[in-house]
């Protein structure tokens, strides 16, 4: 079956602007998870869903950053009044929200702040 | 609070050595759960395999094979005969029971030169 996708693959903005990360889960996977990763690092958890809501956004940076799941499927990962030090790549996981919950990761966004 | 140290940086081997990559974790969850992913320079984290706290069997797929010891907090991973399609950056990872995220390693990069 299909994985986990991201969209878009790359994107190039400027300081200051607003972007929006879009993550498609596998389907029938009720957790989504958005990781970032700096390069050299590994991927640091920014928030989690399980369905609509957001159960965990503990990680998230401050208020520029925000995520929504409306329908339960897709997410958005929003970023406004974007700074250089977002540039990096972030990553969508989803499972199956249940047990052990292995996550399963899309290809990821690489975002580069001008 | 929950850690992973992969103390190796990047490794390097010519082929068909065996390798291994070490990982170390800290938790005072009684019940846990450790993976490893590979990320090769396509970027796409693929998930390899999970520990249960609970069963420190170890663990031998193909070429591949894992340790998992409690009583020093290791799950380290061995790739048996490398090849080059082995090359790319090794995360471990740890995360507690239920719908929680992941804490990553800083990766191991590997790289097998023919």
């Known amino acids: 079956g299909a994985g986990v996708s991201q969209t878009p693959s790359n994107k190039v903005t400027e300081k200051g602007k607003y972007v929006e990360l879009r993550c498609d889960p596998i389907s029938g996977h009720t957790a989504l998870y958005w990781y970032r990763q700096s390069l050299g690092q590994g991927p640091e958890f920014l928030i989690y869903f399980q369905g609509t809501g957001a159960a965990d956004d503990s990680g998230l940076p401050n208020d520029r950053f925000f995520a929504v799941r409306p329908e339960g499927s897709v997410s958005t990962l929003k970023i406004q009044r974007t700074e250089r030090g977002d540039s990096a790549v972030y990553l969508c996981?989803?499972?199956?929200?249940?047990?052990?919950?292995?996550?399963?990761f899309g290809p990821g966004t690489r975002l580069t702040v001008l | 609070a929950q850690k992973v140290t992969q103390a190796q940086t990047e490794i390097s081997v010519v082929e068909k050595e065996d390798v291994t990559l070490d990982c170390v974790y800290e938790?005072?969850?009684?019940?846990?759960?450790l993976f490893w992913y590979k990320q090769p320079p396509s970027g796409e984290l693929v998930f390899l395999i999970r520990?249960?706290?609970?069963?420190?069997q170890n663990e031998i797929s193909g070429r591949y094979s894992w340790n998992f010891q409690k009583s020093t907090s290791s799950f380290n991973f061995t790739i048996t005969a490398s090849q080059v399609v082995d090359s790319a950056v090794y995360f471990c990872?740890?995360?507690?029971?239920?719908?929680?995220?992941?804490?990553f390693g800083k990766g191991t990069r590997l790289s097998v030169i023919a």
């Open positions: 996981a989803s499972s199956l929200g249940q047990g052990p919950d292995t996550q399963y």
């Open positions: 938790t005072r969850d009684t019940t846990y759960y």
């Open positions: 990872a740890l995360k507690s029971s239920g719908n929680t995220p992941l804490v």
């Open positions: 520990r249960n706290s609970f069963d420190e």
